[in-house]
C-alpha cells in the first residue's frame, strides 16, 4: 500500500526549514502532498499563485525533487478534508522549538476527532534550520539582510522582486 502525506501550511515563503521537512518526510512516506493554505484568515505578503510557482521552483527547479514523489497543491479546506480526498492518512507537521509543540499537539488532536484514520507525524528541521520562519525570512530581506543561508535562490529572487 502506498502512503501519501499531507503537509500543510502557509509557505508564505518557503525556507530550508520547510525543505528539511519535506526531505525528511520522503524517507517514510511514498508521496508528500505539499498544500498550499489558500485561508483568507492571515495577512500573506504573496498571493496562493504566487506561492504556488515560488514553492514549485524551489522543489524542482531548485532542488530537483521528483515530482512523481512531492505534489504542490492549494487548499482551502480542513486539512483532514484534504487528507480524505487525497487518499491521505498522514498529517506532516514540523517542528522548530517547545513553543511549537502546544499550538502542534493541539491541533494534532483536533484532527484525529475529525478523523480517527488520520495519523499526524512531527518532524523536526535539521538543527541549522530549526531557527528560520518565514516571518524571520521576510523581515530580514525588508530591512536589506542576506537569507541565502534560510531559503532557495528561486525564493529570493520572488522575495527580492517583492521588496524593491
Same mark, same amino acid.
Given at each position: 500500500m502506498k502512503t501519501n502525506a499531507i503537509y500543510p501550511g502557509t509557505f508564505d515563503p518557503i525556507t530550508f526549514g520547510h525543505i528539511d521537512v519535506i526531505k525528511k518526510s520522503l524517507k517514510i512516506v511514498d508521496k508528500v502532498i505539499v498544500a &498550499?493554505?489558500? &485561508?483568507?484568515?492571515?495577512?500573506?505578503l504573496f498571493s496562493a499563485e504566487e506561492r504556488i510557482e515560488i514553492v514549485k521552483k524551489a522543489l524542482f527547479s531548485d532542488l530537483k525533487l521528483n515530482k512523481k514523489r512531492v505534489k504542490v497543491i492549494l487548499f482551502n479546506s480542513l486539512t483532514t478534508s484534504l487528507c480524505k480526498k487525497n487518499n491521505a492518512n498522514i498529517i506532516l507537521r514540523g517542528l522548530r522549538a517547545v513553543s511549537d509543540f502546544e499550538y502542534e499537539f493541539q491541533l494534532a488532536g483536533m484532527n484525529r476527532k475529525l478523523n480517527e484514520n488520520i495519523e499526524t507525524i512531527f518532524l523536526m528541521s535539521n538543527i541549522e534550520n530549526q531557527i528560520i520562519s518565514s516571518k524571520f525570512v521576510k523581515e530580514i530581506i525588508a530591512l536589506g539582510g542576506d537569507i541565502k543561508k534560510f531559503t532557495t535562490k528561486s525564493t529570493i529572487k520572488a522575495l527580492m522582486k517583492k521588496y524593491e
Open positions: &498550499i493554505s489558500d &485561508i483568507n484568515n492571515k495577512n500573506y
